[in-house]
């Protein structure tokens, strides 16, 4: 197992797979948020839009998504930001793994909304808050609060996801997995093994601590 | 399809009686016997190994299906056989050889044994038609390259070539339409990969093989580690595949379109098994 860890730059493909994962957690909350909000706001449109956003994005494959990112935007469309393929490739998987969980994660923040009791939204504008106010105030701190646990479901399997991003060639795990195979056969188990503990070590803390903070955070009523 | 029912039973009354002749004896655990045989070729590369609808074609399915009827078995069954699983295939008896771009080397020697090699190879790179600035491997600085994640033309033109600009796709189809498109200025892999994409319909005229080699792949037949009877009666259908002139043929019918000449070397001669 160190014959691996010596000949190849395992670490540096963890390394990828934890940036990718934190650059797209991080867009996924801010659009998935944005349409959870068009979701619940009383102004029709943007709910039909929202919903319009999560249903042709969650049904989508990633594979697609993925792939469509670097072929449609970059080789079609020349949309490069660099010039350097590894630096415009995880780029883009970015954006795309971004927007494909920003509908899980609007879907999560969407549960979280309806724990709250609708008395209390109703209260929030009868005391002559806006709907922004409201929102700001009272629903989205709780509602966050209780979609920690499916927030955190979301971010486990956007960790496993960053996988379908070797499918562009972005340098992760996945697909120095690839290449591991392909040189040394005869290293297999040890190869499927390095892979599977990285990723348990990546992800089961994440379990934890959602677990913890969930019940801490809990909202009591 | 009368005729090819007709055929495949007349390969299997030959094959019945060429086992009748053998007379007792040969009988026993590998290699040899009736009824059809699977074999594990690539379904994805034009000019070697390419499944089209249900029928199977190029210079590795020829081979393979040579080497079937010398063995005596009645037909060919195709699996497909990805690189990173063609160890197991054949460890685990899924398949009984592999012949799909199988480059000998020692790591994977320490899984399958090989029969052959049965054809000479090297990285080579495919530019467009009209492109005159890359001659080869050293004229590579600068230029966007192209291959496949994970495969050994990748990591070896990394080593070649340090810091070159490398896109890397799941599949080689991907790569030829990022070409096309211009996205990339040369794609990188095994000449005869390249040459089986060069001579496509619609590739012709708009690519082609730079045609200087810069390392050396020989292709073996890839069979059950340790299994010295089988690999020597595979090894002697690759001698006369080679010696009837049947090699050259399936050469020149699968990748002569691209105007593709064997590099040196060709046609080789198997390596004693061991």
Not at chain 1, 100 to 119: D, I, K, M, Q, W
Not at chain 1, 141 to 165: C, D, E, S
Request: one cysteine or more; charged letters at 15%; proline letters at 3%.
């Amino acid at each position: 197992m160190g014959e691996l860890f010596s000949q190849y730059n395992v670490l540096g493909a963890f390394g990828i797979t934890i940036v990718l994962t934190v650059l797209s957690a991080l867009g996924a909350l801010v659009i998935g948020t944005v349409v959870a909000i068009m979701r619940v706001s009383p102004v029709g449109f943007l709910n039909k839009l929202g919903a319009l956003y999560v249903n042709l994005v969650r049904n989508t494959p990633l594979t697609l998504i993925i792939v469509f990112c670097n072929i449609g935007f970059i080789v079609n469309l020349g949309m490069s930001v660099s010039d350097d393929f590894a630096r415009n490739n995880l780029v883009w998987a970015t954006i795309g793994l971004a927007f494909y969980h920003a509908a899980f994660v609007c879907e999560a923040l969407r549960s979280g909304v309806n724990t709250v009791p609708a008395g209390q939204a109703e209260a929030a504008r009868s005391i002559g808050l806006t709907f922004g106010q409201s929102l700001r105030e009272v629903l989205l701190p709780q509602a966050f609060r209780g979609a920690i646990t499916p927030l955190g479901n979301t971010l486990i399997a956007l960790t496993k996801n960053t996988t379908v991003a070797t499918a562009i060639g972005v340098a992760e795990v996945a697909g120095l997995m690839k290449t591991m195979q392909e040189d040394r056969p005869d290293l297999m188990v040890p190869i499927f093994l390095v892979v599977a503990i990285g990723f348990v070590i990546l992800t089961l803390p994440i379990g934890l601590v959602t677990t913890h903070l969930s019940q801490k955070l809990a909202v009591k009523r | 399809m009368k005729f090819g029912r007709i055929s495949v039973m007349a390969v299997a009354a030959t094959a019945a009686l060429g086992l009748a002749a053998c007379g007792g004896g040969t009988s026993g655990g590998s290699g040899g016997g009736s009824g059809s045989v699977k074999v594990g070729i690539k379904f994805d590369q034009p000019g070697l190994g390419l499944k089209a609808g249900a029928d199977y074609t190029g210079m590795d399915v020829d081979l393979a299906k040579y080497i079937a009827k010398e063995l005596g078995y009645a037909g060919t069954e195709f699996v497909e056989a990805v690189s990173a699983q063609r160890e197991t295939l054949i460890s685990t008896d899924q398949v009984k050889y592999i012949v799909g771009t199988y480059s000998i080397t020692d790591a994977r020697k320490e899984k399958v044994s090989f029969a052959g090699p049965y054809f000479i190879a090297g990285q080579d790179l495919l530019v467009r038609a009209d492109d005159t600035t890359i001659t080869g491997v050293d004229s590579l600085a600068g230029k966007k390259l192209c291959s496949v994640k994970g495969s050994t033309s990748a990591t070896n033109v990394q080593k070649k070539v340090p810091g070159v600009n490398l896109q890397e796709y799941n599949t080689y189809t991907l790569c030829v339409d990022a070409l096309k498109a211009g996205n990339v200025d040369a794609l990188t892999t095994d000449d005869t990969i390249l040459a089986g994409y060069a001579a496509q319909e619609a590739n012709k005229g708009k690519l082609k093989v730079v045609g200087k080699t810069f390392s050396t792949e020989n292709y073996g037949v890839g069979l059950k580690k340790g299994d010295v009877e089988f690999c020597k009666k595979v090894t002697d259908a690759i001698t006369k595949y080679i010696s009837s002139g049947e090699w050259q043929k399936a050469v020149d019918k699968n990748l002569g379109p691209a105007g593709y000449k064997p590099g040196a070397g060709n046609p080789p001669t198997p390596a004693a098994c061991s």
